[in-house]
């Protein structure tokens, strides 16, 4: 089904073609029907064998008869000495080779072998090795082979550094191989392991070196020691240095300079006071209705709150929401403590709500946190800074190199997300000339960091005011940083809605978002601090578009001019229905 | 200096307008040839070959032009004592004809045809220790078929029958350092597996652990200067991995990274004007699983001549809709 060229012929020829399959079809019916037959009379005979090896070796995805074959194996494997045994398996082993080498990429024949290899009285394994080697100089990107070279690593317990080593063979003969550099990726947390939290010290050269390597989870503990990554910058520059286009060489320096996941905590308590209300941010998405989740008030554990998504529509979201017992924090006279307890975690995080104010919060900010940039030691930062030198060096030799742009973008945010803003944005802006297949993404990728930014300066202003206009925003991302933000500005730029994850800015008052081409506000859902809007010039064109912000009991003032939506018939009448508490309407 | 891009050249003289009625004469004629070598050759993925054509063609609003009856019929005779279905008569059964012969049946509305008991069993059954799927009994673990396994219970409404919770574990395991998944642990990414992977995940609710930046860069790093995606670096463009990529990219919610005009293109342009049917690439043999795939990724695109496509189960949304089922994607 893949790679067949239509060729045109004549009518001749078709016919010719036509008898030749007329009779291939015939032959082929034949041996089918004989071998369906013997099985279903239970024949587990060597007959058998030569039937199905007859169809196989043109047809290996015909599962069935690899099945017979084991089937039969099985058998024989009950009637015959050790050594006969012997022999017969390493004839399947020839014949499976016999069809790779037809068909180097059926499942079926790969899985037979694995299972042969494992019925094998007598193993032998630098063989199957070896067999690996000479199919992945034929081609050094099949998958299946690289998959049956990790079982046979893993049966006969080869040493992870010999696998590295392997892979350094590889790559020294051909940077351009993706699967190399994925094998690397897998093999050097084995070896090289980023020792826990504490802090950056020389790799632990243990004894893991001769333990095989397993299969690690790339989502967890992947991350590799300091020593050992600034060994893999140099190998990865060298690539690339010799070819700037090669994507593979790059895709892996992103991963080596991405960051260990973040810890599971409780980032942020916020309560209010008057609204009797609870939020409680996650440094990640949870479930908080399977995750035990425990709130403690002054003492008494709350049996009966109920804990509640930002938005319907996530059953995982970094903000949750509860009610507190009516009257419980009310009198503004009293003081309150209050802790939520994540169970499954083992973590909590308290917060006091003091005399005399109406809201109180405890949390982690973003720039504690460390959240948008790489904690650095001084060694690996001036690493970087040499890394950024070539990478601008390589730049000059290649201006239009994407990946080369791309990768000065991510090592300047590695260094100074703040500092090279400008140098940023500019960047951004060639990589969507030379790259416009993919200038939504530069687009949303730009974004984030802009919003990253503003995140920080807000941070470091220690204001609840986020200002973000006339940046070319595409998307809006990392909204549960936004929980305590009070104003916030995205006038001008390219939006086209409010994402549900907007309604994690629960303490919102006052947003401008004026000169857009907004059309959807499913977000602005259950702001209960919401009192003024702005959408001056957007794509609002109907009214129902507008439903989510009934949902906001306190909103007063809603500026809808230059929107389509204003010329609809009784649109006035129509908005007094839909959103009564709005006293000052503009359209 | 620098490697050669492999791709594709579009010839000026390319199609570049859907030939809809072509594909339904093309896929209503194709069942039709069943003396042929060719077809008989393809045998052990009879059930899937159903499913492909019977898809596209109600995709198309032609699902009348298949014979129903005699298709429950086969399907009936393909159920085995243990539960599960195999591709054909005289083959063994295995999950991915067991899922392609429940999507079928829910196309008609008639799972009921088969016993649905037994196929939960069936596959609760390969369900192992760590929480992967074997494919059959014979053990061949691959992330696909925890696909299949999700996916087949889903539309029965039993996913409560496995267990989940360990399911996703395993294919969790199974992430990349690029973001995407393999075949098993430490398997390289490979497209076909991330739209099993994304669509499992969808399914079992649980996408907030994707890493929708990281993967959808390197999805969208599929597209190739013709148009046309790729299903891993370094490889040339194809219509079935077109299908992966933009499904995938649509379910982690990434879908505009891509240059859709131009993959439009490139699709458009793997048409056989003469027969019908959608090749792997311009020029080559047409086939039912590329006529699927292609029809159906120019659904995920917003053509309005064909029905939508929902991107994690690869079957028309009205149909989903009318058994209740909407996989999560994200937002
Ligand atoms: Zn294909």
Known sequence: ?587 | MGTQIKDVVIKSDAPNTLFLDKHADYIAAYGSKKDDYEYTLSEYLRMSGIYWGLTVMDLMGQLHRMNREEIVDFIKSCQHDCGGISASIGHDPHLLYTLSAVQILTLYDNVKAIDVDKVVDYVRGLQQEDGSFAGDKWGEIDTRFSFCAVATLALLGRLDAVDVEKAVEFVLSCMNFDGGFGCRPGSESHAGQIYCCTGFLSITGQLHQVNADLLGWWLCERQLPSGGLNGRPEKLPDVCYSWWVLAALKIIGRIHWIDKAKLRNFILACQDEETGGFADRPGDMVDPFHTLFGVAGLSLMGDEQIKPVNPVFCMPEDVLQRIGLQPDLLI
């Open chain 1, 1 to 587: 089904m893949h790679g067949r060229v239509k060729v045109k012929s004549t009518a001749q020829q078709e016919e010719e073609k036509r008898k030749g399959r007329e009779k291939k079809l015939k032959v082929y019916l034949t041996v089918r029907d004989a071998i369906f037959s013997k099985r279903s009379n239970g024949e587990l005979d060597e007959e058998a064998l030569q039937f199905t090896q007859q169809l196989l070796c043109s047809n290996p995805d015909f599962a069935t008869l690899w099945n017979y074959r084991r089937e039969i194996l099985l058998h024989l494997e009950t009637v015959k000495e050790e050594d006969e045994i012997q022999k017969l398996y390493e004839a399947e082993l020839f014949f499976i080779e016999t069809c790779l080498k037809m068909n180097p990429k059926s499942y079926g024949s790969w899985h037979h072998r694995g299972w042969v290899s494992s019925r094998l009285p007598r193993p032998d394994w630098t063989r199957e090795l070896s067999l690996c080697d000479r199919c992945l100089s034929l081609d050094d990107r099949n998958f299946h082979c690289w998959d049956y070279r990790r079982l046979v690593v893993k049966a006969s317990g080869v040493p992870v550094d010999q696998e590295l080593q392997f892979t350094d063979r590889l790559i020294g003969s051909n940077f351009s191989n993706y699967s190399s550099w994925h094998y690397r990726s897998t093999l050097l947390p084995l070896l090289h392991p980023e020792p826990g939290s504490e802090p950056a010290s020389p790799c632990r050269k243990q004894n893991n070196t001769h333990t095989s390597p397993t299969a690690s989870p790339q989502t967890h503990s992947h991350r590799v020691c300091e020593e050992q990554l600034l060994k893999e910058y140099e190998l990865v520059q060298n690539a690339f240095f010799t070819d700037p286009n090669d994507q593979s060489a790059w895709f892996y320096y992103r991963w080596l300079l991405g960051r260990a996941e973040r810890e599971e905590l409780i980032s942020c308590v916020y309560v209010s006071r008057e609204g009797e209300r609870v939020a409680v941010a996650f440094s990640k998405p949870v479930n908080a209705l399977t995750e035990g989740l425990m709130l403690v008030l002054d003492g008494q554990q709350q049996q009966r709150v109920e804990w509640r998504s930002a938005h319907p529509r996530f059953r995982h979201s970094p903000v949750w929401l509860c009610e507190l017992p009516p009257g419980s924090v009310s009198d503004i006279n009293n003081e309150h403590n209050l802790t939520v307890h994540w169970m499954e975690k083992h973590t909590h995080r308290d917060c006091a709500l003091y005399t005399g104010r109406p809201e109180s919060w405890c949390r982690d900010s973003a720039t504690d946190q460390e959240l948008f940039r790489s904690e650095l030691s001084v060694e690996k930062t001036s690493v970087l800074q040499s890394e950024l030198q070539s990478c601008t060096q390589l730049l000059e030799l290649e201006p239009q190199n994407k990946w080369c742009l791309l990768t000065i973008v991510l090592l300047m945010r590695a260094l100074d997300p703040l500092g090279h803003e400008k140098e940023t944005l500019a960047h951004f802006q060639t990589l969507k000339e030379v790259d416009p297949m993919r200038s939504s993404y530069y687009s949303d990728l730009c974004s984030k960091f802009m919003i990253e930014n503003t995140i920080l300066k807000m941070e470091y202003a220690e204001v609840r005011v986020f200002s973000l206009s006339d940046k070319n925003l595409s998307t809006l991302c990392h909204l549960d940083q936004l929980l305590l933000v009070t104003h916030i500005n995205l006038s001008s730029n390219q939006l086209v809605r409010f994402p549900p994850q907007f309604s994690m800015l629960q303490c919102l008052e006052v947003l401008e978002a004026d000169d857009n081409a907004i059309g959807n506000l499913e977000g602005l859902y259950h702001l209960p601090k919401l009192e003024e809007v702005s959408l001056k010039n957007n794509q609002i064109s109907k009214l129902s578009d507008l439903e989510p912000l009934a949902s906001c009991p306190r909103l007063t003032r809603l500026d809808l001019r230059g929107n389509p939506v204003t010329k609809t018939a009784n649109i006035e009448a129509e908005l007094a229905q839909l959103l009564p508490s709005v006293t000052d309407l503009l359209l």
